[in-house]
């Protein structure tokens, strides 16, 4: 598909060379619109979106379906039905506040551990060879970050980062056959891996974001242990698209921009606020999802139970009214509005720790001799309904 085809519609607009033009036009004369081609609403202005990510009325799953009928009696639909940012129901809510807080107490060591992952991972893979390990790299260096703060062996990091990358594409919507095979058998040994964590964390070993996760969540009451291992599990897969993603575009924008590319070989914080650009520009995820619970009125329009809402997330980075001349690549961009990790309820924690692992992996790439250059075109992704991951 070429950048002159629009897009036929706005899951296709996922993968296209450039949606933004469409997503413009969209945002512009129809902000909150059915679509009936695709069976559901469309929210694209980031008021619209805004309002259906923080309504009551909105759930992150169908009500009748909590867990994907795919996954039902399986160690992956075990995980994903204790998630707390795939479910509604009073305990989960009850356990967010103990993941977000979790999330939080990592923040100031996620970056250490992001250099050193990625510095390795560089000198296993030589990604500066060969552009098809650059993939590679990208979707593995969460998991290994991730991994290893949550207190995974190090000799047993590229088998987890393996695990949560089959775990991770069963999850997706589309999954084929093979996939939810190969993402069962996944997620069965990524249970016993992080069971066996939480029996090492009763024997008294070092301090980890497992352990911290396990303790906020003690601190809730109510919940048992197959929910923090869920949950630790969720840590990973939750990172693997979304951070590969922020990687790839960056290089693609940096390829692209030639003054930032200069100036990110040598300057730390330029590199950073560069990423956090990204995450408005050309983002990794540009949808999600929201299902009503009952009929509602939501951002003005009579919707009814069951209805099921796209919410372009990447249209609303792109709003005029979130971020003036939005089409501007603008790293020091004041006020910058970013809907990428949502809002409300359901809004990603997550993304200080995916911003610093994405800018540690590119900064290694960058200080290896990878030439951005080389990515800027022609860019195609990898399919996907929404998350936006060049394919190098």
């Known amino acids: 598909?070429?950048?002159?085809?629009?897009p036929a519609d706005p899951v296709a607009a996922v993968t296209h060379p450039d949606p933004y033009p469409y997503y413009a036009d969209l945002t512009a004369a129809r902000a909150l619109h059915r679509d009936e081609a695709l069976g559901l609403w469309v929210a694209c202005g980031a008021a619209t979106v805004t309002e259906v990510l923080t309504s009551p009325a909105c759930l992150v799953r169908p009500p009748s379906e909590p867990v994907p009928r795919a996954l039902v009696g399986s160690p992956a639909g075990s995980i994903f039905g204790r998630l707390v940012r795939m479910n509604e129901g009073a305990k989960h809510s009850a356990l967010k506040p103990a993941v977000s807080a979790a999330t939080a107490g990592i923040e100031k060591h996620v970056g250490e551990q992001a250099r050193r992952w990625a510095e390795h991972l560089f000198e296993e893979l030589k990604p500066a060879d060969d552009p098809a390990r650059v993939n590679e790299f990208a979707f593995s260096l969460s998991g290994y970050v991730l991994a290893s703060l949550l207190g995974v062996a190090s000799d047993m990091l590229a088998r987890t980062a393996a695990m949560v990358g089959d775990f991770a594409r069963s999850i997706a919507p589309a999954a084929a056959s093979e996939q939810l095979a190969r993402g069962s058998a996944a997620a069965g040994e990524l249970l016993d891996t992080f069971r066996a964590l939480l029996d090492v964390r009763a024997a008294g070993r070092r301090a980890t974001?497992?352990?911290?996760l396990e303790r906020e969540v003690a601190r809730t009451g109510g919940a048992d242990r197959e929910?923090?291992?869920?949950?630790?599990?969720?840590?990973?897969?939750?990172?693997?698209?979304a951070t590969a993603g922020l990687i790839g575009n960056t290089l693609v924008i940096l390829g692209r921009q030639k003054d930032g590319r200069a100036a990110s070989r040598v300057d730390s914080g330029q590199l950073d606020a560069i990423v956090r650009e990204v995450v408005?520009?050309?983002?990794?995820v540009h949808n999600t999802r929201r299902f009503l619970a009952h009929d509602a009125v939501v951002a003005g329009r009579a919707m009814k139970e069951g209805d099921a809402v796209l919410v372009v997330l990447a249209a609303a980075n792109r709003d005029p009214l979130a971020n003036p001349e939005p089409s501007r690549f603008d790293p020091f961009r004041p006020s910058r509005q970013a809907f990428t990790f949502g809002c409300g309820p359901h809004g990603c924690p997550g993304e200080t720790?995916?911003?610093?692992?994405?800018?540690?992996?590119?900064?290694?790439?960058?200080?290896?001799?990878?030439?951005?250059?080389?990515?800027?075109?022609p860019v195609r992704y990898r399919p996907s309904a929404n998350t936006r991951v060049p394919v190098f």
């Open 1 to 6: 598909m070429t950048a002159d085809v629009r």
């Open 209 to 212: 974001l497992f352990g911290e």
């Open 227 to 241: 929910d923090v291992v869920a949950n630790g599990i969720g840590f990973l897969s939750q990172a693997y698209e």
């Open 280 to 284: 408005r520009y050309d983002p990794p």
């Open 353 to 377: 720790v995916a911003t610093a692992i994405a800018t540690a992996g590119v900064r290694q790439l960058l200080a290896g001799g990878v030439k951005p250059e080389r990515f800027a075109e």
